[in-house]
């Protein structure tokens, strides 16, 4: 009972996201109903319609410039770096619904689920991430875009976890996911430097995704090297850990996004122009596959034996 308390209070029942990664815009227009406002910014002051204020709050309105955007909840415009900063303070499961429609899109339930849970998760272990915000709207954090294609299955998978996170020993769990392992999920350490060891991350197969061929996750990269790189892979998988490029060595999750591999699962030859990658995957490789997910949420699992499986020993929590 204690646990949950403490738990619970980890979760906010609205979320402050600064959007556009949180970045300051030189100007912001925005609509609500009939009515537009065009928003700057200047020596610490806002500018609403020419108008001289401190902060603005706008509730059910839509961004219209620099890009289409409609918020649920409260818009509120701050003066930041002589710019304005926009920040949208919504509902946590209104914010949830639209992080899974972004972050995994179309799926079946079970597997929308999972990650529903786990980006509840990511909130009760960050809290204000950003100091006067939860999160961004960005990859940094977890990608929110508002009301956009958003779904039944998405409101539907928000609403069935309602309260849940997934915890280890009592703590929420460190939330890391990508879109397709290729086969070979691994351990933080081996895609990050300092990756940290957590008892939850495990390195080898995960079958579904080894036995899955479909062509969207295969793929083959042409880089331009003219050394004949070498490399590591991590003992008993197919997943590549390190290269050696001449006198470089570095992470092969660093190489892949140098020269834009989709994953570090490959196999490669060297030609007198360069070399030539194919492999298969999307994505880091580490925590919740969501391909993997997909799969097994067709094959009849339940969310929580998937959050259960890629996070070895950690339990789902209703906390609120
Ligand atoms: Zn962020
Ligand atoms: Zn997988």
Same mark, same amino acid.
């Given at each position: 009972m204690i646990l949950t308390f403490i738990l619970s209070s980890l979760l906010p029942d609205s979320v402050i996201v600064r959007l556009f990664g949180g970045s300051s815009l030189d100007r912001v227009v925005v609509k609500r109903g009939r009515k537009t406002f065009r928003i700057s910014a200047s020596r610490g002051y806002l500018y609403v319609n020419g108008v001289r204020k401190r902060i603005f709050t706008l509730r059910n309105a839509s961004i219209t410039y620099p890009i289409k955007r409609r918020y649920k909840g409260r818009l509120i415009f701050k003066p930041k770096k002589n710019g304005v900063r926009v920040y949208n303070k919504v509902y946590l499961e209104d914010y949830l619904v639209s992080v899974v429609a972004s972050e995994i899109g179309n799926a079946p339930l079970e597997a929308v689920k999972a990650q529903a849970v786990l980006a509840r998760t990511f909130l009760a272990r960050w809290g204000l991430r950003h100091g006067d915000a939860h999160a961004c709207d960005g990859n940094h954090c977890q990608v929110?875009?508002?009301?956009?294609? +958003?779904?039944?299955?998405?409101?539907?998978?928000?609403?069935?976890?309602? =309260?849940? +996170?997934?915890?280890?020993?009592?703590?929420?769990?460190?939330?890391?996911y990508h879109a397709s392992c290729g086969g070979w999920i691994c351990e933080p350490k081996y895609i990050w430097k300092g990756g940290r060891k957590l008892p939850?991350?495990?390195?080898?197969?995960?079958?579904? #995704?080894?036995?899955?061929?479909?062509?969207?996750?295969?793929?083959?990269?042409?880089?331009?090297?003219?050394? #004949?790189?070498?490399?590591?892979? +991590?003992? =008993?998988? /197919?997943?590549?850990?390190? /290269?050696?490029?001449?006198?470089?060595?570095?992470?092969?999750?660093?190489?892949?996004?140098?020269?834009?591999?989709?994953?570090?699962?490959?196999?490669?030859? #060297?030609?007198?122009? =360069?070399? +030539?990658?194919?492999?298969?995957?999307?994505?880091? =490789?580490?925590?919740l596959c969501q391909r993997g997910a997909i799969i097994k949420a067709r094959r009849g699992w339940k969310y929580k034996d998937i959050l259960e499986y890629y996070y070895k020993g950690a339990t789902v929590v209703k906390v609120k």
């Open positions: 929110y875009k508002g009301v956009y294609r +958003i779904s039944k299955v998405h409101i539907r998978a928000v609403k069935e976890t309602r =309260g849940e +996170i997934l915890t280890y020993e009592g703590r929420p769990v460190e939330v890391l939850y991350f495990w390195t080898g197969e995960d079958e579904d #995704c080894f036995k899955d061929t479909n062509d969207r996750y295969t793929w083959k990269v042409f880089v331009p090297l003219n050394t #004949c790189p070498k490399i590591k892979r +991590i003992p =008993g998988t /197919l997943r590549v850990y390190m /290269l050696i490029v001449g006198k470089d060595t570095l992470y092969a999750n660093d190489f892949r996004k140098r020269y834009n591999l989709p994953s570090a699962v490959f196999a490669y030859w #060297c030609t007198s122009t =360069g070399v +030539i990658f194919i492999g298969t995957g999307r994505g880091h =490789g580490t925590g």
